[in-house]
């Protein structure tokens, strides 16, 4: 589609899949335009940029730059970094220590499809095992912290330099980081560390905070996106309110796939969300089988609207809230959970682990939601023949079997089914787990 074109289409369910992260934005910096150089921005990466034996700025030391600076370090003539804040800097927090695949553990793969079952599980795993080191003060946070400072230490070494590298806050409250690489390249001879943020653009390059001028080639602005989530189209629900607006100053939603006041609106990835609480895509499927709960019910009954209550997602908020006093989440890091502030807005995410939510969301909760129906609401019954009589090959007594096979009546039983409680070998709790076999 053509920029500035409009087409018109009808539905009766509108499903917002635009993701979380969808807007870049260059750093509110003064003077941006006034660089004479080349100017780009990690999300928007000109192909054509050349940075070989180029004087290079990076501005930014989150997950991005953490890639970047490795990445350019052996072509660039120099980098001057700026790091503005600390930050936890993991050696790998996979189930192995590999960068990559092999051609032939890829065949492997394609050919065995159960050993990459196996691969992905384990991976999984270990990124579901770790969960309890965003609660502020636990036991895997007191470890992790003592284990990756002195991993830190061993590769710094130098006492002022750690005191500035070294977060005081928890591990978690900015996006876990694997960045070996990065902690290796910033002691390079080509490297220079300038701790402070960036005051303004000039002709020639930048002024740091430090009332430095510091020149460059490029530019790389490695500083993220817009967090804010209001959407960068008009969304229009009851009364003319504009999502837009709603979330102007706040965003909100019920369980990360609604929002009240906006009928037959679900999203994906909407405000809190599990996007930092161990496996994202995991969550991502949780929502599409709760949205798609949803769609069913719709098609196969008269229904009109489904609006979650007001009253349902504001006591969903306030849970939230309460959960976020004691997670690392909430401590004071910059992070984009927070609307890159210290403590501008109460993070954005899921209260729990993607575990947990996917534990939550897997029966839907209609008493959260205001259902209206077109007529009468039992109208869906009919003629009084069932769907079995209809099927030429069904099994007419299908009811009747040797032994009782449904699933348990109780919540508990039913999640001791499909997490196959009892199949594995039984793990220390609430620490890193890295299995050395797994039934798959």
Sequence with gaps: MDAGSMIREQADILIKATGYLNDWTWPDIPGVDS???????????????????????????????????PAIQPTVKSATTFIRSPQWILPTISSDQQQGYTQSQIDGYRDNPQSLLHQRKMNEVVMNSIFSVYISNSKLQAISQNDLTMYMKSVIRNGEIEEKLIPKWGIGCRRLSPGQPYLEALFKENVHRVYSGVEAFTPEGCRGSDGKD???????????????????????????????????KKPSSYLGIAASGFPNMFMFLGPYSPVANGPTLAGVETQADHILAFIDRYQTENIHSMAVKPEAEADFEAQVATFM???????????????????????????????????????????????????????????????????????LAWYVRARDDGPPASRRGRRELYTRTGSQVARELHRVHRPSTYNI
């Design 214 to 248: 510091y020149a460059a080639d490029v530019i790389i602005c490695a500083t993220g996106y817009d967090t804010s989530f209001v959407p960068r189209f008009s969304i229009i629900g009851e009364n003319e309110r504009n999502l837009q607006d709603v979330w102007s």
């Design 325 to 395: 006093k004691g997670a690392v989440y909430s401590e004071g890091c910059r992070s984009g959970h927070k609307n890159h502030t210290t403590d501008g807005r109460v993070p954005t995410l899921w209260p729990g682990s993607t575990l947990h939510y996917k534990e939550a969301l897997r029966e839907v909760r209609f008493d959260d939601w205001e259902i209206t129906y077109e007529g009468n609401r039992f109208a869906w019954l009919g003629n009084g023949v069932s769907q079995a009589e209809f099927d030429p090959t069904s099994d």
């Design 35 to 69: 660089f004479q150089g080349e100017l780009v921005h990690s999300a928007h990466w000109n192909p054509k940029t050349v940075l070989k034996d180029k004087n290079v700025i990076l501005i930014g030391n989150g997950s991005s730059a953490l890639q970047i600076l």
